[in-house]
């Protein structure tokens, strides 16, 4: 090191850390907002769904509704159980909740919005979000309960296990582009969006999502048949909202991340020809479908059994990921024709619905009884 | 600036390492040493290889203490007993470890790095890939046939203690 960064002073800001911070700030408000905004539109859509009205007493159509749970979940005592672990049980909130803020720094909402462009902002994304584990660890041993114990090494060893089927069909993604740059991925979708010639990868990463996110039909971290809550049970008032406030700040990365991967984001079509406000409107546009998709998701499928889970993960997401690499390298290789790519790629996905549609609609062979004299189901936690 | 943020991260590495040998609680080591291995990552990005930093983030700090962890907590380890260990074996851990320091500090000064002019060369994404698949792809391939001997092995060794036979 050289003696003038030595001298220099220690608080220093030159203009552009002062402007990152700026939008960092700016970010997490508008983000706790838009999550304000999301646990209502998540009530209505859900009591549609359901032939509810959902909420309605507060406000004109209960549009007031998440101000006052707001209010009320902040007014709230922030209890600490007495037998909890000190340390753990208070920063698991801010292991959790920092991972989750930080992946928006590398996330393009429109062709220069973004806080700080970086070469490999594709890969920053997966493993910064990908480190929330340890929150969850953390609260399920420090709270000192088994039920949150329980959650705990469930969300753990869930997120562990669907990050590799994720991460392999972005390595498809990232073989068929040539860049980790988010920016570089959207801008080679200017003509076609790449869930075209990669329908198996999407599909994958779209289940896969659903499992990091931890929401129904994947909820086994949390369900509250099972694990009663699972690492929240302990928790109240602002710790237990920063910890959903978190969940929906996922639910927007990854919306957003499938948005930019597959579907184009605010590239196609025509996005750098109009100007940056279609550009916003097509990012939030095409991420509100997926936000769609997991509310849809919650009210339709039953939750998944825990040993269900890993061989969901191990033998099916897994081959087919792998699959559409070995597509794409083969597609790559010998120049074949772009094609190809959406008749194989397409007839996968198809052949892992099938298998999936048949894995669920084949009837047991003996009638359930109540007491099983055959081997339990063996899972390890 | 980048002093500072250098400043910061051996601060947390350093921290992280001493917390993960003088922590009594066995979980509090396994998070500091977390804390220090993503520090590590920080001195990846300090020395301009952002790739280099994330796969630490991915390995180490993910999918590496994931399993520490889950050790830890599945298995009631005890935390470590209040007691004074032996002077003799203190003097012993203070020579190794005092030992292990002095021939490490001595083996940094005294290598040649090979184009070491005292600036940082950032490398490319697109150049640690083609060093890994073209010109070293044999040791490459080696290494991932060891991992997967070793996670067959695993799955032998877990199914033959639950009873099964194969």
């Known amino acids: ?381 | 600036m980048t002093q500072a943020f250098f400043d910061l991260v051996a601060a947390v590495v350093i921290v992280g390492a001493l917390g993960v040998v003088m922590a009594r609680s066995t979980v509090y080591a396994a998070l500091f040493l977390i804390a220090s291995l993503l520090g590590v990552a920080g001195v990846y990005v300090l020395l301009a290889t952002e790739f280099l930093a994330l796969v630490q983030l991915l390995i180490y700090g993910g999918a590496v203490t994931v399993l520490l962890l889950f050790a830890l907590m599945l298995t009631h380890v005890r935390d470590l007993r209040e007691r004074a260990p032996e002077p003799a074996q203190r003097l012993g851990a203070l020579l190794a470890g005092g030992g292990l320091l002095a021939g490490f500090i001595t083996m940094v000064y005294r290598t040649r790095w090979p184009r070491d002019n005292g600036t940082i060369t950032s490398i490319d994404f697109n150049t640690i890939g083609n060093a890994l698949f073209n010109r070293w792809a044999v040791p490459f391939e080696i290494a991932s046939g060891v991992l997967l001997v070793a996670l067959v092995g695993a799955v032998v060794i877990a199914m033959q203690e639950e009873g099964e036979h194969l």
Not at chain 1, 3 to 22: G, K, T, V, Y
Not at chain 1, 95 to 118: C, H, K, N, Q, R
Not at chain 1, 319 to 346: E, M, R, W
């Open chain 1, 1 to 381: 090191m050289s003696i003038e960064l030595l001298a220099a002073p220690l608080i220093d800001l030159p203009q552009r850390w002062m402007a990152a911070l700026l939008a960092i700030i700016a970010l997490t408000l508008v983000m706790t907002f838009a999550v304000m905004f999301a646990t209502y539109y998540e009530r209505k859509v859900v009591a549609r769904m359901q032939q509810r009205l959902g909420p309605m007493r507060t406000g004109p159509y209960g549009i007031m509704q998440a101000f006052a749970d707001t209010v009320k979940l902040v007014a709230k005592e922030d209890l600490r159980p007495a037998t909890a672990d000190p340390v753990a049980f208070e920063l698991a909130v801010f292991a959790i909740f920092v991972p989750a803020f930080i992946a928006l720094v590398a996330v393009p909402f429109t062709e220069d919005w973004i806080i700080s462009p970086m070469p490999l902002s594709l890969l920053f994304l997966l493993a910064v979000s990908g480190l929330s584990f340890i929150g969850f660890l953390m609260a399920g041993w420090g709270s000192d309960s088994k039920y949150a114990l329980l959650g705990g090494m469930r969300a753990a060893a869930q997120l562990i296990s669907y990050e590799i089927p994720l991460i392999l069909a972005m390595i498809g993604i990232v073989m068929v582009t040539s860049s980790v740059n988010v920016g570089d991925i959207i801008i080679f979708q200017d003509k076609v969006p790449l869930i075209v010639w990669q329908p198996l990868g999407f599909l994958i990463f779209l289940t896969a999502s659903v499992a990091e996110l931890e929401r129904q039909p994947f909820d086994i971290p949390t369900g509250e048949s099972e694990v009663a809550g699972g690492v929240f049970i302990e928790y109240s008032g602002i710790r237990w909202s920063m910890f959903q406030l978190t969940s929906y700040v996922n639910m927007y990365v990854f919306a957003l991340l499938g948005a930019f991967v597959f579907l184009g984001g605010w590239e196609w079509p025509f996005g750098r020809d109009i100007g940056w406000g279609y550009q916003l409107f097509l990012t939030l546009a095409k991420m509100s479908l997926f936000i769609v998709f997991y509310l849809w998701s919650r009210t339709s499928f039953p939750r998944l059994r825990v040993d269900q889970l890993m061989s969901y993960a191990w033998k099916v997401l897994i081959p087919f990921a792998l699959l559409q690499i070995f597509l794409n390298g083969l597609v790559l290789v010998y120049d074949l024709p772009d094609i190809v790519l959406l008749i194989t790629s397409g007839a996968a996905a198809l052949a892992m619905v099938a298998l999936v549609y048949r894995a669920v609609r084949v009837t047991p062979r003996v009638p359930l009884k109540m007491v099983s004299n055959t081997m339990p189901a063996r899972s390890v936690v």
